[in-house]
């Protein structure tokens, strides 16, 4: 028995799903989706199942097109997602008898971090276009820093992430693409891993992933305009500051009301601001 148990923790360390709850016989919420909102969850998850000992909760990662995806084939009771859902997604829904539903509930100021030793502090929005869009920038003094190699990090196209930049950054034209030799990384935690120990890397994560980990990389103020004065991602007026989604089939009910209302609550804001998010009412006034 122990054995197995030690063998389903391991399995959920490697997946990226989250069991919150054991026993047969439960009342059980199944949540997928956003990596950046999977910690977040998973604490809100913890703290709901003090409330309500008798509902198991699983929680698992994977990007917000995932997620979505998992709503539209009715496998999850609602999904996390870090951007908006696409017109595509919203036929795709509808085709299938499904009426989503968006909920706010935090907000992210996604992170642009270096290295800890890059002399930089700020960056502008037409420097990080250059930088993930151009393949011909490979050196940061091209683009105003130091004479050292630039190694680009960057989601994979099934998160939310990677949907959120390309268009705030890049641009959402088709011919607004990332540069195709950027490295391209399956979660928040491996784009840190990797700017940790690359010099002349770059990247962008989730705000609560850098909790504690200021010592190991910088993140830098950003500016949308030449002319605007760079903020820190903690700023209410961040220029990339985003919204948070859970997306139910319809209005919801009964346990998953109860946990979205929970998340919502004031206990539940509070764990958004101790993961390093933004509480809903602050970004909202």
């Not at 907000?107 to 420097?127: C, M, Q, R, W």
């Amino acid at each position: 028995m122990i054995r197995k148990m030690i063998a389903i923790i391991f399995l959920s360390v490697l997946t990226g799903t989250y069991l919150v709850g054991c026993g047969d016989g439960q009342e059980s919420i199944k949540i997928e989706g956003s990596d950046t909102m999977l910690n977040l969850t998973t604490k809100w998850a913890q703290a709901f199942k003090e409330k309500h000992g008798n509902i198991k909760v699983q929680v698992s990662g994977g990007g917000s097109g995932k997620g979505i995806k998992a709503l539209i084939n009715k496998s999850v009771d609602f999904s996390m997602a870090s951007r908006k859902m696409k017109e595509k997604e919203v036929e795709a829904c509808k085709k299938v008898n499904i009426e989503p539903v968006e909920h706010i509930v935090a907000y992210d100021g996604l992170a642009i971090v270096v290295h800890k030793d890059n002399p930089l502090d700020e960056i502008s929005f037409a420097t990080l276009k250059k930088i993930y869009s151009d393949r011909g920038i490979t050196n940061w003094n091209q683009v105003g820093g130091p004479d050292m190699k630039l190694v680009v990090f960057g989601r994979d196209s099934s998160s939310g992430t990677f949907v959120y930049f390309k268009e705030k950054v890049i641009g959402k034209k088709e011919t607004d693409q990332y540069r195709d030799d950027m490295k391209r990384t399956q979660g928040n935690a491996q784009i840190l891993d990797q700017v940790k120990t690359t010099r002349g890397g770059i990247g962008y994560v989730g705000l609560g992933y850098v909790e504690g980990q200021r010592g190991s990389v910088k993140v830098l103020k950003v500016r949308k305009k030449a002319s605007d004065t760079a903020l820190a991602p903690e700023h209410r007026d961040y220029p990339l500051c985003r919204p948070l989604h859970f997306y139910t089939n319809g209005e919801p009910t009964g346990n998953i009301k109860a946990f979205i209302d929970f998340a919502l609550s004031e206990e539940g804001q509070k764990i958004v601001e101790e993961e390093g998010f933004i509480p809903k009412k602050k970004r909202e006034g």
